[in-house]
């Protein structure tokens, strides 16, 4: 049986298998829920391996509607922005209400901001959006000098923390440095160097005026923002490293008291009480660990298993929820108690505070 080929369309074709595979292989690396007076979640902010950051209305999403892996269900964003050239890495915002920025970073070594309201408020149609908003802020990282005058490649950024009382911005970079920008005159205010490789994740502790960084070179370390110095190294496989094994530090997370620190190394958390400077526990897992959050005393954390495990602070398990991503990068809990999560294939999973899924879905491309 022959079909008609006279209509066609060999562009067409091809379009739809560039856009099918751009779906299947972008990944969500972080999740993050929208500041707002209502107590019940409402916007949830993505960003993603293709350098965009969409928000989604949780209130126009099909709640009750779990897809699977291989037919996700496709929602167009409410807002859209086309951040940054290469991965979008992170996002947070930097204060609150209307006049509360989105900040992002990635892999183009840029921190940009955006006005939230204007984001959410744009007049421009969604599917252009992206190419007409220009951020209200942009900074980029320094080049370093090598021999002959020679200029490195811009280092990326992979992390970002934020701390509004100092007008501070923290970044984790590609090399090895942790910055603090200064968010009225967006210059550079402090340098922390120490570590030995890359930052995976940096954390404000603004009751003590310091932060938090993990990197590759294994270890995390404390920084007094004031001086700038490292004031505590923390090695959680220390006793393993004498045996030759090196995991590098993917992610941390404080608790709301700010005097607990989890670690995420390899397939193992480690629990630190910061006043005592002291590991409480060690927790095992089968895959390796890429994000960790607190929920009071407990922690939930993925990795590179489709699953949201949730554990006590003294390291039993608690509970684990299969979940559509193979590979989890982002956990982030809202404080009514509902957790969304993003990772490989665009896939965005929203839990309501009962454990049970609320919705599954994938960002349309744009």
């Known amino acids: 049986m022959c079909g008609d080929a006279t209509s066609w369309d060999e562009e067409a074709y091809r379009e739809s298998i560039v856009k099918e595979r751009e779906i299947q292989t972008r990944t969500v690396f972080r999740t993050l ?32 509607f779990c897809s699977s892996r291989d037919q996700p ?7 859209y922005v086309q951040g940054h050239d290469g991965p979008a890495y992170d996002v947070k915002f930097y204060g609150d209400g ?30 252009t959006q992206g190419n007409c908003m220009k ?9 370093h000098k090598g021999p002959w005058g020679a200029l490195s490649p811009i280092p990326e950024n992979n992390a970002i923390a934020v701390d509004t009382q100092g007008g501070s911005i ?9 910055y603090c920008w200064d968010v009225e005159n967006a210059k550079i205010k402090t340098v922390f160097k120490g570590h030995s490789d890359y930052l995976h994740c940096i954390v404000a502790r603004n009751s003590n005026n310091q932060i938090v960084t993990g990197s590759e070179d294994g270890t995390a370390r404390i920084w007094d923002c004031r001086s700038g110095k490292c ?6 496989e220390k006793d393993r490293k004498s045996k030759g094994f090196i995991s590098c530090v993917s992610c941390i997370a404080l608790d709301a008291s700010e005097s607990w620190l989890v670690c995420g190394s390899g397939r193992s958390l480690s629990v630190w009480n910061l006043p005592a400077s002291e590991c ?10 890429q994000d960790v959050s607190f929920d009071d005393n407990q922690i939930l954390a993925v990795g590179a298993q489709p699953l949201l495990s949730r554990f006590h602070m003294n390291g039993m398990i608690l509970s684990q929820i299969q979940c559509a991503p193979q590979s989890a990068f982002s956990v982030s809990l809202h404080p009514s108690g509902v957790i969304a999560l993003g990772g490989y294939g665009g896939l965005v999973v929203v839990i ?10 994938c960002c349309q491309c744009v």
């Open 33 to 64: 829920w929208s500041p707002s007076p209502n107590p019940n979640p409402d916007s949830l902010v993505l960003a993603s391996s293709d350098g965009s950051l969409a928000s989604f209305s949780l209130s126009k999403l099909p709640l009750g």
């Open 73 to 79: 269900l496709l929602v167009e964003p409410n807002g």
């Open 98 to 127: 209307e006049n509360a920025l989105l900040l992002s970073c990635g892999d183009d070594g840029h921190i940009r901001g955006w006005k939230w309201n204007d984001f959410l408020n744009s007049q421009v149609p969604n599917l």
């Open 135 to 143: 951020p209200v802020l942009d900074m980029v990282n320094p080049q």
């Open 170 to 178: 923290f970044s984790g970079a590609g090399d090895s440095c942790a």
């Open 231 to 236: 004031t505590q190294v923390i090695d959680p």
């Open 280 to 289: 409480v526990s060690r927790i095992s897992s089968c895959a390796s660990i």
């Open 352 to 361: 309501s505070e009962f454990g049970s899924h609320l919705c599954t879905f």
